[in-house]
């Protein structure tokens, strides 16, 4: 094949895929990965795939267990803000608290990075906040995907997505059978809206002219925007220890379809949950978000975490000791229900005083 020096001669970059700044940034973000390992992962960044070892890791019979999930729309807030530094942790977050209600150890973390094209400052800060979160999770960052697609996203524009596998021992598994009637329910404080509802949140935005970059409405001493975009709190390390020392028998990770939508993935058929609303304080930005919107508590319920991040069941013998075990991990716990008998066809998750606490 002869090229025609007459002729523009076209490049890949010339198609806005700069080869070379992806280059960079791989190096740049490799002491980002290694400072991840962890036993059983010690890959470098760059091979075509990467190899764990459960058994260096420590486990004798380990069942996998695999997540993967997104930022969602919350990106939208932190690209108009400038602000890349956070949505990593969101992505580690929301994929790794999956695999914990299953009581999974994570062990490895892999992330797609798409843009139309590669600011490698940007770029940086996001896999900065990915390996923050792998560290927070005590997982190992062995890989992933920078795509750069001009023509799919528009300029500044960018989209990330997450895959994390875990590993439990076969006799540790969470399953839904060991609930029973009775059995008492904790709720963990979430650290804002986590990575749900932001459509409707950026809708409200738009709607109402909120600046992000004003003191927030319910809280004079923090910028809207930085509460919007609080990083979705990471629970693996407190509910791992909850597990192992046999106190906690289910978890239900909040998020999207909130309270009404989550519990219910981790329950017998037999059972329904109790909660009320009294239980635990309404935060002020989801009370704010709801007189803004008018939006009704059922509604708030259904689309939000409404200030809990994660719903642990416990036995009501170890109660007080799973709360002192959540606390000194660094929760935030309230005591929100208990496990009911559930009638035939009634739903699964009840709020009482709903309307009554949350419209007061």
Not at 78 to 104: F, K, P, S, W, Y
Not at 115 to 122: F, K, M, N, P, S
Not at 154 to 168: E, I, N
Request: charged content about 20%; proline content about 5%.
């Amino acid at each position: 094949m002869k090229t025609d020096s007459s002729k523009k001669s076209y490049r890949y970059k010339d198609a806005g895929v700069d080869i070379a700044a992806g280059n960079s940034l791989v190096e740049a973000i490799k002491p980002l990965a290694a400072s991840t390992r962890r036993a059983g992962a010690d890959a470098d960044l760059g091979g075509f795939g990467a190899i764990f070892d459960p058994k260096a890791a420590g486990f004798k019979d380990p069942l996998l267990v695999s997540a993967t999930d997104g930022v969602g729309t919350k990106l939208k807030i932190a690209i108009d803000m400038n602000r890349h530094d956070t949505v990593g942790i969101d992505l580690v977050a929301m994929c790794v608290n999956d695999l914990v209600v299953q009581g999974a150890e994570p062990l490895f973390f892999l992330d797609y990075f798409a843009t139309g094209g590669l600011d490698i400052a940007a770029a940086r800060d996001i896999i900065a906040g990915i390996a923050e979160g792998c560290r927070q999770a005590g997982c190992a960052l062995i890989g992933g995907e920078t795509a750069e697609m001009p023509g799919m996203y528009a300029s500044g524009d960018y989209d990330l997505a997450g895959f994390t596998v875990g590993a439990v021992e076969r006799d540790q598994l969470l399953k839904a059978d060991n609930l029973g009637a009775g059995d008492i329910l904790l709720g963990l404080a979430s650290s804002g809206l986590h990575s749900n509802g932001f459509s409707l949140v950026r809708r409200l935005m738009a709607d109402f002219k909120c600046d992000y970059n004003a003191p927030a409405p319910f809280d004079s001493q923090k910028m809207l925007g930085d509460v919007l975009i609080e990083p979705t709190r990471i629970y693996v390390n407190s509910c791992l220890q909850g597990i192992r020392a046999g106190h906690i028998k289910a978890l239900s990770h909040i998020t999207g379809g909130g309270l009404f939508e989550n519990i219910p993935r981790i329950l017998p058929s037999t059972l329904a949950a109790d909660l009320d609303a009294n239980g635990w304080p309404l935060p002020p930005l989801f009370r704010w978000l709801a007189e803004l919107g008018n939006i009704a508590p059922r509604e708030l319920a259904t689309t939000f975490n409404c200030g809990l991040g994660m719903v642990v069941a416990v036995a009501p013998e170890n109660v007080e000791a799973a709360i002192t075990l959540l606390e000194k991990a660094g929760e935030t716990v309230f005591t929100v229900g208990r496990l009911v008998p559930r009638e035939m066809d009634a739903p699964q998750v009840i709020i009482r005083e709903l309307e009554t606490t949350w419209q007061n």
